[in-house]
Nanobody, 125 residues
Framework: EVRLVESGGASVQPGGSLRLSCAAFGYTYWTYSMGWFRQAPGKAREGVAVIDANGRTSYTDSVKGRFTVSEDTAKNTLYLQMNSLKPEDTAMYYC???????????????????WGQGTQVTVSS
């Protein structure tokens, strides 16, 4: 059974940093594509970053240069380093996984089969 567990969410001030983690269980981690999504209240779920099974990464425009997706395959863990946080980054952040090599031209929730429960990030002064 595939299981994803996010952690690292917190309340921070604008300009601050956070690192989210997503621990993966129940499958051969390095063969899957992984992604980070977020959803703010009243808004649709948005793709933030993706790393496909070949290690290629992609980011949504609003986080380029501020967020970095990485993974530790020995620990079966996905990370999202978030710097220079802004109030508009406030959302529930979700980790997602898929056994295929997903497209990186766009970050779509439809490309992912498995989801975590989310971790809350709040950016406020």
């Amino acid at each position: 059974e595939v299981r994803l567990v996010e952690s690292g969410g917190a309340s921070v001030q604008p300009g601050g940093s956070l690192r989210l983690s997503c621990a993966a269980f129940g499958y051969t981690y390095w063969t899957y594509s992984m992604g980070w999504f977020r959803q703010a209240p009243g808004k649709a779920r948005e793709g933030v970053a993706v790393i496909d099974a070949n290690g290629r990464t992609s980011y949504t425009d609003s986080v380029k240069g501020r967020f970095t997706v990485s993974e530790d395959t020995a620990k079966n863990t996905l990370y999202l380093q978030m710097n220079s946080l802004k109030p508009e980054d406030t959302a529930m952040y979700y980790c997602a996984a898929d056994p295929s090599s997903v497209r990186t031209s766009t970050i779509s929730s439809a490309d992912f089969d498995y989801w975590g429960q989310g971790t809350q990030v709040t950016v406020s002064s």
